[in-house]
T-cell receptor, first 112, second 110 residues
Framework: EAGVAQSPRYKIIEKRQSVAFWCNPI?????LYWYQQILGQGPKLLIQ????????DSQLPKDRFSAERLKGVDSTLKIQPAKLEDSAVYLC??????????FGQGTRLTVV | GQNIDQPTEMTATEGAIVQINCTYQ??????LFWYQQHAGEAPTFLSY??LDGLEEKGRFSSFLSRSKGYSYLLLKELQMKDSASYLC???????????WGAGTKLIIKP
């Protein structure tokens, strides 16, 4: 079974630029999560999708972050414009109803 | 509110046993998960408890007491490669959201 695919692995951008991350979940997994993880902390949920609907986006900074999951499969997370404090690892994970989350390798974003 | 507590850091000796505790206070409960995360990598799934008791999987075991809001991860015959952060997460049964602890950094010494 293929795992969660994410791209890119690394990204360096200047502040005020925009960036997009892509995620392809495990086939058949209805739930998709985007997390932000800062070094030394646990993952912070940005947005959770159930199929192509949003379950929770309460911690998504909506003035600069957006996410979509078209057709309930792939998802993209966008930041525009980026700030220095957005430097973090962005993790995508997917799960089925009664299983834990399986993570992609993550995208390490550095904003300079 | 939702809260998960685990120690920030623990140190243990190669070949020994270590127990990492996790206490939680959540509005709903539909399972507790343990993940391992090596530096610079994504978390990987270790174990899942939804009923009280001990789940054993090789050198790793996980215990859950729902009445006490308590779990632990037990690692036996420690190896240097077990040096990592161990994350405790609780699934909320209202929306399947995972609530995460900050992780316990485990340092293994020879």
């Amino acid at each position: 079974e293929a795992g969660v695919a994410q791209s890119p692995r690394y990204k360096i951008i200047e502040k005020r630029q925009s960036v997009a991350f892509w995620c392809n979940p495990i086939s058949g997994h209805a739930t998709l999560y985007w997390y932000q993880q800062i070094l030394g902390q646990g993952p912070k949920l940005l947005i959770q999708f159930q199929n192509n609907g949003v379950v929770d986006d309460s911690q998504l900074p909506k003035d600069r972050f957006s996410a979509e999951r078209l057709k309930g499969v792939d998802s993209t997370l966008k930041i525009q414009p980026a700030k220095l404090e957005d430097s973090a690892v962005y993790l995508c994970a997917s799960s089925s109803s009664y299983a834990g989350a399986f993570f992609g390798q993550g995208t390490r974003l550095t904003v300079v | 509110g939702q809260n998960i507590d685990q120690p920030t850091e623990m140190t243990a000796t190669e070949g020994a046993i270590v127990q990492i505790n996790c206490t939680y206070q959540t509005s709903g409960f539909n399972g507790l998960f343990w993940y391992q995360q090596h530096a610079g990598e994504a978390p990987t799934f270790l174990s899942y408890n939804v009923l009280d008791g001990l789940e054993e999987k090789g050198r790793f075991s996980s215990f859950l007491s729902r009445s006490k809001g308590y779990s632990y991860l037990l690692l036996k015959e420690l190896q240097m490669k077990d040096s990592a952060s161990y994350l405790c997460a609780v699934r909320d049964d209202s929306n399947y959201q995972l609530i995460w602890g900050a992780g316990t950094k485990l340092i293994i010494k020879p």
